[in-house]
């Protein structure tokens, strides 16, 4: 099942059933299954009845994630209640009997947690979660962080003023959802869960039930759930698992429940509705097609066995899209199609259906992807096939097993919340690798068909179409029943490609220098070929090994003013390489560690790849095929252009899509690199086109090669002497006149105004300030990133808290290195209309207090600190160094950027944000941006 895969292969969960544990015994966690237990967790319960789980985890170094898990969301809601669960959640964070309102904040802020990224909540159907990730945890740091949140879970207050200020800030957040979104799951939802509780119980809730929200009424929802025997705790770092266990005791131990406790809502039971069908006509939108088939929900004592059983659905979910990728990349009349399976806890077990068509053709396209489902239940699945699928999976657990060391805590301690809200175990790297290859020896033919077939059991199908015009229920169930008497597609021909399917590239290249960073543990490497290896080994991700080639100009190399297919680079990894087209590569990659994307930066282009120690050089030959051996395939550049026309109306179909349209003409004005691409050019480009656009580009410039990760020098240095040292000496790039003159805004006392086609309550509303570009200044670039975190701590107080005018304002100091006059200074917020005059006023006042005194000890400290963790955090990734070590051998100036990171932000001053907004930000006048709706409330056009 697709559960199972996500969590047992990408984040080493297994999922097996457990019943309720008994009072007071550690290993309630483990009760009913036979999976072997991971020893690293330690497992709890209080007096009171509280659950906990605890484990010392080595990453990051001195952080401790905690997380408290609720066991109630909006199925816990009464109909009345609806949104109330997360509301109880924001209310939680506005004050507590010993904790005023915004002091939790305040207080993690303080010990280096960043709100938003390291402390945090989330409210699902079955759960509420707060999450705190917990820098430097000392002792002390730790006694603080679990008072307060024992603090919210038994204490909190729900003050009037405090709830109708939350209640603007909810609605805020409702209304920032795109209306499509919104108006499909409207559509859909009373049909995929007729009968369930599901169908109604949105956690955002609605806007008459937020409305109707009191002190009293979430005071009861709050006493109903936040029970010590309805919670548990679980702390993951590097610290002493008993003092973690002692610490939980000591805040949680006397949290007394209120009441008898609540028994569980009534979850309904799978109906039968109407009609099989849904429709919404939404102007500007594709054809999608959404389906699912039901099955009750059980809870069941699962086993080793039946885990097998549900590892053989995920075979045949992975054979199915498979084969669906498969159709789309040739003549179908769909984009993209996708079957998933999933139980969903308290919902039911479903498998659901996704389909984009292309060009409208979505009768078609239902036909297409019907004949493959047909087929699939209708004869089995090759061994080929099979294996395929096994080998990708014992790959993907093998560098979990790989990498498990080196697993951060915060993954870990979302694993295990996981793993309660599935009512599953998790259990080591190696347990469940060893697993894998057990369940493999049983996957038949005959095994996968039958769980194949099982996939389409139960009520279903029920379809959702959306559409930019009209369709009738009645012409879509025509269409539904047609698509299930298709015949059975013919199956695509197996066949075998290896790295032996490549050219050969050539003689070795030849090494003529070699220099080394030493404090920065840097070498680089110089080729005869002109191409460069920088390199930088690393324990931070055990197993893994990030790879980059850097080429070209980038967007130095393409004309600002003649017309740009940018818009279509994501097609060139996909048109594979000399003779191998997309289906070719991927068949190459299977059971290997290894991967390709391409991207365009301002000064390069780049291919990029993850791999091991073991992959590196079949992963570097695969890069240096793409340069030597060039491939445009048409079939995928059609493709890309048909989702591109498909699509294209959603970017004007709510206030944050319009703004992201638009933003990078703003920003860039006058530019056709970042210029908004308009339908007709898009209409009339061709593969002809793409390729006459890419090749010369791509064709031009030595190769930077960049390899950071879990791999020896010698290793590195001989493999990309073998592949990108062989290739022979590329010509340097052609860079048009002005390139590289690229200017902000001027400044205007009017926004550039925009209109968007979605609800009429939603705008968007962007203030910036031009600062400067390159890489002079460094000190006060940075002291310029400070500074919009700060704004951006204010703008939440001031907008959020007290305005209610934005659900989340965001703020960014943006300064090119490549251009040397471009940089910005900039907030932005999804709002109201009516809220614009006040996002533009109070923007303009905190940036011009920033600049005109030093902000205080206290709020300094707020801001600095977690910057300070961030940075300690990041400098120990390997993405991290790839992105900082980019360009270092021509830029050496780039080196004392690497040195001064961390040194840079610790010995900054409030003073020296305050100068630096002075000087760069409020010394001229602002520009603005403002998207507002195309439709009034009530009807009529803007």
């Known amino acids: 099942m697709i559960l199972f895969l996500r969590r047992c292969i990408l984040a080493l969960l297994f999922v097996i059933a457990v019943p309720a544990q008994a009072a007071g015994d550690g290993t309630w966690f483990y009760q009913g299954s036979d999976i072997p237990q991971d020893k690293a967790w330690t497992f709890g319960t209080l ?74 909540a989330t409210t699902s159907a079955t759960q509420t979660v707060y999450q705190l990730d917990l820098p430097h945890a000392d002792r002390a740091s730790l006694d603080t962080s679990l008072n307060v ?51 109604d119980r949105d956690p955002i809730g609605t806007n008459a039930t937020l409305a109707a929200a009191n002190p009293a009424g979430l005071k009861a929802f709050y006493d109903r759930w936040y029970r010590p025997d309805n919670a548990t705790v679980v702390m993951v770092g590097d610290a002493d698992p008993a003092m973690m266990e002692e610490l939980i005791a000591k805040h949680f131990g006397t949290w007394a429940a209120r009441g008898t406790a609540a028994r569980d ?35 069941r004592p699962d086993t080793i066995a039946s885990e097998r059983e549900d590892f053989a659905k995920s075979i045949a979910s992975r054979i199915l899209n498979r084969r669906l990728q498969a159709k789309s990349r040739g003549d179908a009349a769909f984009l993209n199609a996708a079957i998933g399976q999933s139980e969903a806890t308290n919902v039911a077990d479903m498998t659901m259906l ?78 469940v690798l060893a697993l894998f290859d057990g369940f493999g020896r049983d996957m038949t033919p005959a095994a996968v068909a039958a769980a194949t077939r099982s996939l389409f059991d139960g009520a279903g199908p029920r379809m959702a179409l959306l559409a930019p015009e009209a369709v009738s229920e009645t012409d879509a169930e025509a269409a539904l029943a047609a698509a299930e008497k298709i015949a059975p597609a013919t199956r695509q021909a197996e066949r075998k490609i290896s790295m032996d399917n490549l050219p050969p590239i050539g003689a070795p290249g030849r090494e003529v220098s070699r220099r080394t960073i030493d404090d920065l543990g840097v070498t680089i490497v110089t080729f005869a070929n002109g191409s460069t290896l920088t390199f ?13 080639l850097r080429f070209g100009g980038g967007l130095t190399a393409i004309d600002p003013k003649a017309p740009s297919l940018g818009w279509a680079a994501g097609a060139i990894a996909s048109s594979g390489m000399a003779d191998l087209d997309l289906d070719a590569m991927e068949r190459l990659l299977t059971g290997r560690r290894m991967a390709m994307t ?84 898009v209409q009339a480009a061709d593969a002809k086109a793409f390729e006459a656009f890419f090749a010369p580009l791509t064709a031009r410039g030595p190769v930077e090669g960049i390899i950071v990760g879990d791999v020896d020098l010698e290793t590195a240095v001989q493999a990309f002497a073998r592949t990108v040292g062989a290739l022979p000496r590329r010509p340097a790039p052609v860079l048009p006149a002005g390139t590289t003159a690229v200017a902000p805004p001027p400044p205007s006392p009017d926004p550039a105004r925009f209109t968007h086609n979605g609800a009429p309550d939603e705008a968007y509303a962007v203030i910036g300030w031009t600062t400067m570009g390159g890489l002079d200044h460094r000190k006060e670039r940075r002291a310029l990133s400070m500074a919009a975190n ?33 940089g910005v200074f900039y907030t932005a917020a999804a709002i109201k209309p009516e809220s614009a005059d006040a996002f533009f006023r109070i923007a303009r006042e905190v940036v011009a207090d920033l600049a005109a005194k030093p902000a205080a000890p206290d709020e300094f400290a707020r801001v600095q600190n977690p910057i300070l963790t961030g940075i300690e955090r990041r400098e120990k990734t390997n993405a991290y160094w790839v992105g ?55 009807g009529g056009n803007e």
């Open 47 to 120: 007096d009171n009845g509280l659950r906990y789980a605890v484990r010392r985890n080595a990453l990051p170094a001195g952080q401790v994630s905690i997380r408290v898990r609720i066991g109630a969301g909006s199925l816990h809601e009464a109909d009345g209640e609806r949104g109330w669960a997360h509301f109880v959640e924001h209310m939680l964070f506005r004050g507590t009997e010993n904790f005023p309102d915004r002091q939790a904040r305040y207080v993690w802020q303080k010990l280096g947690a960043n709100f938003g990224s390291d402390s945090n």
């Open 354 to 431: 996704s389909v984009s068509a292309k060009d409208g053709r979505w009768r078609e396209a239902l036909n297409e992807v019907f004949a493959i489902l047909r087929d699939a239940t209708a004869a089995p699945p090759s061994q080929e096939e099979i294996a395929r699928e096994l080998s990708n999976i014992r790959t993907s657990a093998t560098a979990a097993m790989e990498g498990d060391d080196t697993v951060r805590s915060p993954q870990r301690a979302q694993q295990l919340i996981g793993a309660l809200d599935d009512r599953s175990v998790v259990a080591s790297a190696k347990e």
């Open 598 to 681: 391409f991207g365009v930066d301002d000064d390069a282009f780049i291919l990029s790849g993850q791999t091991n120690g073991t992959d590196l050089g079949d992963q570097l030959r695969l890069l240096a095929s793409k340069l030597a051996f060039p491939r445009w395939d048409a079939q995928v550049f059609g493709r890309l252009r048909s989702g591109a026309l498909e699509s294209y109306e959603l970017a004007f179909a709510s206030a944050t899509a319009r703004a992201s349209r638009e933003f990078g003409g703003v920003l860039r004005p006058a530019d056709s690199r970042w210029a908004p691409v308009e339908k007709p050019a």
């Open 265 to 299: 809502p009534d979850y309904g039971a799978i109906a039968t509705p109407e009609t099989r069908i849904a429709t919404l006509a939404y102007p500007g939108a594709p054809h999608v097609i959404s389906a699912t088939w039901l099955r009750p929900y059980r809870w």
């Open 536 to 548: 930088k080994q690393s324990d931070f991700e055990k197993g893994s090994v990030q790879v980059q």
């Open 149 to 199: 949140l024992s603090e919210m879970m038994d204490k909190a207050r729900f003050d009037s003023a405090a709830i109708e200020g939350e209640k603007r800030i909810i609605l805020q957040e409702k209304a920032r959802r795109p209306e499509l979104s919104t108006k499909m799951q409207e559509a859909s939802w009373p049909l995929f869960y007729a009968g369930l509780l599901m169908a």
């Open 790 to 822: 700060m704004l951006q701590v204010r703008l939440f107080d001031r907008l959020r808290e007290e305005e209610g005018a934005t659900y989340s304002p965001s703020a960014i100091s943006s300064t090119s290195e490549t251009f040397p006059g471009w």
């Open 884 to 938: 900082v070590l980019q360009g270092i051998g021509a830029h050496p100036e780039k080196i004392d950027y690497a040195r001064n990171y961390l040194a840079d932000y610790k010995a900054m001053t409030a003073e020296d944000v305050r100068a630096a907004v002075a000087r760069y930000v409020a010394d001229a006048p602002d520009w603005s941006m403002l998207v507002v709706p195309a439709r009034k409330a009530g």
